[in-house]
């Protein structure tokens, strides 16, 4: 593919009048800049538009429009369906938008579109400062938040979504949107878990939380101890305060001090324990897991945002994921839980994950994308390199969720998930805020610009679910996708 699908004189005009730079298949760095972190999803847009401000992104939407080219908008390039690349079509990119300030005073941080977390942890913590980010620092603020916002703090501060006080927006006609409590309630609200589907977020403004000590707990287990370390792991994070995060993990050990050689290369079971206070509060907290007789051990303080770097995966790896949320956790489904493990591709970078909710999460407000009452989630987290291990792989992450859902409460945390169909889409949200979203999608996207992520339909061109089954119509199911990658 060329630019030469293109007018040229249209190109040049939209050189002219980007302040950013245009980057189209003919460019030396275009394979570069075109990446994003699934390397499953080979997409080739014609054109990317690496935008500068929000009058770029306007003009980048209007020439896509008027050039016919369907649109993506890319931050971090976390999703893990490829929402953020589009074939033949055109790019957003928001990464050269990446500043974020700080008010320490007010204790705000207010993120331009294209920021990642470490670009907003970098900022906040000289303050003593942070709010929930994703769980690793190269996830883009604004497609974390926009789709809920689930991360290590959430359990003390809540969801990335709950800490939003406001939101600019870049519709598809060019209007920029302030969308908060006052103005544009109804978007403002969409904007908590409905994600990219309203325009392009220019910047988001957060409340920030003082966080003077952060302590971890990084335990390792062989994979046959997983069974019973989960049990004592459930049991102590079932009345935990507000305080504790984290996660039991099966994973692949790889090669570090406090790993040892035994292990390397080899399927296991980890704990990693957060804590939003002093080691000394922490390992008296974790004492139940630590006379479980880890194998490898570290506990002490760290920087938020040096665990966030810790986990940070590499690009260009093969990514499937999934999720299933649980109203409990009995011995049964914990269970099928490990039952699942050993087909998980070992040695991969792959994780099969249970987080605990609960704390701040569960008495949070209501928003579209979120149900409260899930007390655990099981992310199928599928990361490796080779193609020989896709079919396997994603086997696997099915299974794993079908495993589940006799304990699941019917919804889905959407920023989990790839592209699984329109009846999770709607789980995501429910039948009655997805009619809602869908009417604010009609004033917002009525010609449906913005459908690269879980795509809401706008009410005036389709007929919502019925609440006796989502059976909601997608047309998006007709248009390019990422790659041939589906559910």
């Known amino acids: 593919m060329t630019d030469d699908l293109l007018d040229p004189r249209a190109l040049d005009d939209l050189r002219s009048r980007l302040d950013g730079r245009v980057v189209t298949p003919v460019d030396p760095d275009y394979e570069d800049v075109r990446a994003i972190f699934n390397a499953m999803m080979t997409a080739r847009p014609r054109v990317i538009a690496r935008c500068a401000n929000p009058t770029d992104i306007a003009t980048a939407v209007s020439f896509a429009r008027r050039e016919g080219l369907e649109v993506a908008v890319r931050g971090g390039g976390h999703s893990v369906a490829g929402a953020s690349l589009t074939d033949g079509g055109l790019v957003v990119d928001l990464r050269p938008m990446d500043q974020v300030s700080v008010d320490p005073v007010r204790r705000t941080a207010t993120a331009q579109g294209g920021a990642t977390w470490a670009d907003f942890d970098r900022a906040t913590e000289p303050h003593g400062l942070a709010a929930t980010g994703g769980r690793v620092s190269t996830t883009g603020v604004a497609g974390l938040t926009l789709g809920g916002g689930s991360g290590w703090l959430e359990r003390r501060f809540g969801l990335a979504c709950d800490n939003l006080l406001s939101v600019e927006l870049m519709t598809a006609d060019g209007r920029l949107v302030a969308a908060n409590e006052d103005t544009h309630p109804d978007l403002f609200w969409a904007l908590h878990g409905g994600g990219g589907n309203f325009g392009v977020a220019t910047s988001l403004t957060f409340a920030l939380h003082p966080l003077p000590e952060f302590s971890i707990a990084l335990l390792l287990w062989p994979g046959r101890d997983g069974p019973a370390v989960a049990r004592v792991y459930r049991d102590l994070l079932t009345d935990a305060p507000d305080e504790v995060g984290g996660g039991l993990i099966y994973l692949t050990a790889q090669p570090d001090d406090f790993v040892p050689d035994e292990l390397v290369g080899t399927l296991c079971c980890a704990v990693l324990v957060t804590y939003t206070g002093p080691e000394s509060a922490l390992r008296e907290f974790v004492t139940p897991l630590l006379d479980a007789e880890p194998h490898g051990?570290?506990?002490?303080?760290?920087?938020?945002s040096e665990l966030q770097r810790m986990l940070d995966d590499p690009p260009g790896m093969r990514n499937y994921w999934s999720d299933e949320n649980l109203r409990d956790l009995p011995d049964a489904a914990l269970d099928r839980f490990h039952a699942r493990a050993p087909e998980m591709p070992v040695p991969s970078a792959s994780q099969q994950i249970?987080?605990?909710?609960?704390?701040?999460?569960?008495?949070?407000?209501?928003?579209?994308?979120?149900?409260?009452?899930?007390a655990w989630a099981v992310h199928p987290f599928g990361v490796w390199s080779?193609?020989?291990?896709?079919?396997?792989?994603?086997?696997?992450?099915?299974?794993?969720?079908?495993?589940?859902?006799?304990?699941?409460?019917?919804?889905?945390?959407?920023?989990?998930?790839?592209?699984e169909g329109a009846d999770r889409i709607v789980a995501g949200y429910g039948v009655d805020n997805y009619r809602r979203l869908a009417a604010v999608k009609a004033e917002f996207d009525p010609d449906d610009v913005f459908h690269r992520w879980h795509d809401i339909v706008p009410l005036a061109h389709a007929t919502p679910p019925a609440?006796?089954?989502?059976?909601?119509?997608?047309?998006?199911?007709?248009?390019?996708?990422?790659?041939?990658?589906?559910?």
Do not use: H, Q
Request: charged share 25%; hydrophobic share 30%; glycine share 10%.
């Open 354 to 374: 249970l987080f605990p909710w609960g704390g701040a999460v569960a008495r949070g407000r209501e928003w579209p994308g979120f149900d409260r009452k899930a």
């Open 297 to 304: 051990r570290v506990v002490g303080e760290v920087p938020y």
């Open 386 to 419: 080779d193609p020989a291990d896709d079919e396997r792989a994603r086997t696997w992450a099915r299974s794993l969720c079908a495993d589940m859902r006799p304990f699941s409460t019917g919804d889905v945390y959407l920023n989990f998930i790839g592209d």
């Open 467 to 487: 609440s006796s089954g989502p059976t909601t119509p997608t047309p998006s199911a007709e248009r390019p996708t990422a790659s041939g990658e589906t559910s």
